[in-house]
């Protein structure tokens, strides 16, 4: 890395800490040849896929929408945060893994219905509920019966 202040090439790394945050690296470095230090920072640099909404629209995806998703569903339910971290990491693993660069929000949405279903069948169901908008008792019910089996 270069020296931001005289540009030398030659820097050493005298120290190493994960942030406070613990979502980077920082490291203290020394200039070879004016002896300055300086900080730098290490972050992953992670692209997920655009989403494209119903409408068509594409937005950023964001990892706080699909915590609050969780968090809704799950609202007093015995779920642990680790439980809710871990179906995180898997939806994310599995849109990181996909070799196209948009994701419809459709397909997000089975995601998260897919983990729900695994983590509280009351949360599935609120979840599923809402998101399918169901537009009479008898899909509701059958929805119920789907998860009895």
């Known amino acids: 890395m270069r020296c931001p202040f005289c540009s030398h090439p030659d820097t050493q790394v005298v120290e190493t800490r994960i942030s406070e945050d613990a979502d980077s690296i920082r490291r203290r470095r ?11 920072y290490e972050r992953p640099e992670v692209n ?17 929408k699909l915590r609050a998703s969780f968090t809704l569903a799950l609202r007093k339910r015995p779920v642990s945060t680790e439980q809710i971290d871990s179906a995180i990491e ?8 996909s070799p196209t660069r948009e ?7 089975e995601l998260v219905m897919r983990e729900l279903k695994r983590l509280d069948k009351v949360a599935y169901i609120r979840f599923a509920s809402v998101y399918r908008s169901f537009e009479d008792i008898d899909e509701f019910r059958a929805l119920v019966d789907e998860v009895r089996k």
């Open 30 to 40: 020394q200039c070879g040849k004016c002896d300055k230090r300086f900080t730098t």
């Open 48 to 64: 997920f896929p655009a989403v494209v909404k119903k409408d068509g629209r594409r937005i950023d995806y964001e990892t706080t």
């Open 90 to 97: 898997r939806i994310e693993e599995k849109l990181l893994s």
């Open 103 to 109: 994701v419809q929000s459709s397909r997000i949405g």
